[in-house]
């Protein structure tokens, strides 16, 4: 099994910066793809940003140009660095990670979801 934990969520004034972070650990030999969701309240969960094996990184653009997706391969974990924050990205922000198994097999699991609030 495999666990996915994040961190880093809280409240923020507008305009100010936040850094997620989520650790992939249990039965896994190394993570593919790792990609951020948001849920806010009463609206679909929506992907802000992936980023692949090979460090290929892909934007919603309502938030292009002020988050950054990293990812640390060695440590299974990845990281959304969020600045110049809005309101609107309030949100229940959820991890997404495709392991490799091993055997060219592929599972994918999700974080428990940390929530940010951006409010003045």
């Known amino acids: 099994q495999v666990q996915l934990v994040e961190s880093g969520g809280g409240s923020v004034q507008p305009g100010g910066s936040l850094r997620l972070s989520c650790v992939a650990s249990?039965?896994?030999?190394?993570?593919?793809?790792m990609s951020w969701y948001r849920q806010a309240p009463g609206k679909q969960r929506e992907l802000v940003a992936s980023?692949?094996?090979?460090?290929?990184?892909n934007y919603a653009d309502s938030v292009k140009g002020r988050f950054t997706i990293s990812r640390d391969t060695a440590q299974k974990t990845g990281y959304l660095q969020m600045a110049s924050l809005k309101p609107e990205d309030t949100a229940v922000y959820s991890c997404?990670?495709?392991?490799?198994?091993?055997?060219?097999?592929?599972?994918?699991?999700w974080g428990q979801g940390t929530r940010v609030t951006v409010s003045s």
């Open positions: 997404k990670a495709k392991t490799y198994n091993g055997a060219e097999t592929y599972s994918n699991y």
């Open positions: 249990g039965t896994l030999l190394s993570v593919d793809a």
């Open positions: 980023i692949t094996s090979g460090f290929r990184t």
